[in-house]
T-cell receptor
Framework: DVKVTQSSRYLVKRTGEKVFLECVQD?????MFWYRQDPGLGLRLIYF???????EKGDIPEGYSVSREKKERFSLILESASTNQTSMYLC??????????????????FGPGTRLTVL | AQKITQTQPGMFVQEKEAVTLDCTYD???????LFWYKQPSSGEMIFLIY??????QNATEGRYSLNFQKARKSANLVISASQLGDSAMYFC???????????FGAGTQVVVTP
């Protein structure tokens, strides 16, 4: 079974702190994604990565950065946490992107989520 | 730009009844995939069903079926014989043909009552 793990289920930080959220997948997937989930807004893509050291902005990248030094690990960084970044953060991975492996291979496998509260 | 719309924020359904969750999408890409996920209160996202834009037949997976109407750009999820364990948030998502990025709808909260 594909397994995607996230470093914490719950996290409480103070405004201005630097926050690291870590995500690890064990199925050699090419693509990894970071989303935030807020009520009424669904999941919104922050950043994604299609290869080691490669990253692309999603729909809401402001205030966030990412790092992918190894294929299995994708980190989300909040350089200076703010209260409006209080949210549920979900990491996902997929075998490939686009048409390369067929559209079904775009299925994303999710981690359990990290509920971040910024005080 | 791609867009996914789920117009039902919440719904109640009685146990053993069928329920239809609406999802409409908008894209100019002829190649795309449509996915439904379930998110129970525990928070994990569970993949339910997939439909490709070129698939001729509606997808089915056990009690889940997808009513795919390409001309109307809709991909409604039908859950037959609802169970109490079906109570959850349900998300419709569309992947694009470039990087397989997903656009998610806002979700529909389903509550199954005895």
């Amino acid at each position: 079974d594909v397994k995607v793990t996230q470093s914490s289920r719950y996290l409480v930080k103070r405004t201005g702190e630097k926050v690291f959220l870590e995500c690890v997948q064990d199925m050699d997937h090419e693509n990894m994604f970071w989303y935030r989930q807020d009520p009424g807004l669904g999941l919104r893509l922050i950043y994604f990565s299609y290869d080691v050291k490669m990253k692309e902005k999603g729909d809401i990248p402001e205030g966030y950065s990412v790092s992918r030094e190894k294929k299995e690990r994708f980190s989300l960084i909040l350089e200076s946490a703010s209260t409006n970044q209080t949210s549920m953060y979900l990491c996902a991975s997929s075998p490939s992107g686009g048409l390369a492996g067929g559209l079904m291979s775009n299925e994303q496998f999710f981690g359990p989520g990290t509920r971040l509260t910024v005080l | 730009a791609q867009k996914i719309t789920q117009t039902q924020p919440g719904m109640f359904v009685q146990e053993k009844e069928a329920v239809t969750l609406d999802c409409t999408y908008d894209t100019s890409d002829p190649s795309y995939g449509l996915f439904w996920y379930k998110q129970p209160s525990s928070g994990e996202m569970i993949f339910l069903i997939y439909q490709g834009s070129y698939d001729q037949q509606n997808a089915t997976e056990g009690r889940y079926s997808l009513n795919f109407q390409k001309a109307r750009k809709s991909a409604n999820l039908v859950i037959s014989a609802s169970q109490l364990g079906d109570s959850a948030m349900y998300f419709c998502a569309m992947s694009d043909s470039s990087w397989g990025k997903f656009q998610f709808g806002a979700g529909t909260q389903v509550v199954v009552t005895p």
